[in-house]
T-cell receptor, first 114, second 112 residues
Framework: GENVEQHPSTLSVQEGDSAVIKCTYS??????FPWYKQELGKRPQLIID?????GEKKDQRIAVTLNKTAKHFSLHITETQPEDSAVYFC?????????????FGTGTRLTIIP | DTAVSQTPKYLVTQMGNDKSIKCEQN?????MYWYKQDSKKFLKIMFS???????INETVPNRFSPKSPDKAHLNLHINSLELGDSAVYFC???????????FGPGTRLTVL
């Protein structure tokens, strides 16, 4: 089955600097890669996603890049703010038609230092 | 007008007891899920249902029995609770299988 690895597990950056979180996946047939943000005590919420026919997607301060050859995708947050502090999860969608599922990475705890 | 709701929010119980968690979504989605998030924050799928039909059962002990009475509801019943069942359980829904998922607020289960 699919295996998603996520690094780093913790990340501290100064407010205003950029943060990058990286994920690799094992199933070359995976075609959908969402990123979820989970604030302390809250539910995970989708912040951005990318499909395998696109190499990059941007939404204001957040961007995701995908390298299908290397089976690698990354989340980039620029001009970080205190409210960006949270746990971030990458995920990859895989499985046969009618049996797809999301496999989540192990999460990155991002702390923004004021 | 909550999109995905779960009850209860907190559940504290003794080992060996049986408990249920309920989930409802008003998004009109066809697919619903149960996820378990342990103390290390790992988020692992347990079950997925599509149009009331079980699609995925991720080698979960058969003490866990999901039930979907209709497309808008997915409940989770747990028999003979064990200490290792302590976790936060999230319900989620999506329009497409493994598509954009909307999570419920979670149920924090503590087994004593």
């Amino acid at each position: 089955g699919e295996n998603v690895e996520q690094h780093p597990s913790t990340l501290s950056v100064q407010e205003g600097d950029s943060a990058v979180i990286k994920c690799t996946y094992s199933d070359s047939a995976s075609n959908y890669f969402p990123w979820y943000k989970q604030e302390l005590g809250k539910r995970p919420q989708l912040i951005i996603d990318i499909r395998s026919n696109v190499g990059e997607k941007k939404d204001q301060r957040i961007a995701v890049t995908l390298n299908k050859t290397a089976k690698h995708f990354s989340l980039h947050i620029t001009e970080t703010q205190p409210e960006d502090s949270a746990v971030y999860f990458c995920a990859a969608s895989s499985g046969d038609f009618g049996n797809e599922k999301l496999t989540f990475g192990t999460g990155t705890r991002l702390t923004i230092i004021p | 007008d909550t999109a995905v709701s779960q009850t209860p929010k907190y559940l504290v119980t003794q080992m060996g007891n049986d408990k249920s968690i309920k989930c409802e979504q008003n998004l009109g989605h066809d697919t619903m899920y149960w996820y378990k998030q342990d103390s290390k924050k790992f988020l692992k799928i347990m079950f997925s249902y599509n149009n009331k039909e079980l699609i995925i059962n991720e080698t979960v002990p058969n003490r866990f029995s999901p039930k979907s009475p209709d497309k808008a509801h997915l409940n989770l019943h747990i028999n003979s609770l064990e200490l290792g069942d302590s976790a936060v359980y999230f319900c989620a829904s999506s329009q497409l299988l493994a598509g954009v998922q909307f999570f419920g607020p979670g149920t924090r289960l503590t087994v004593l």
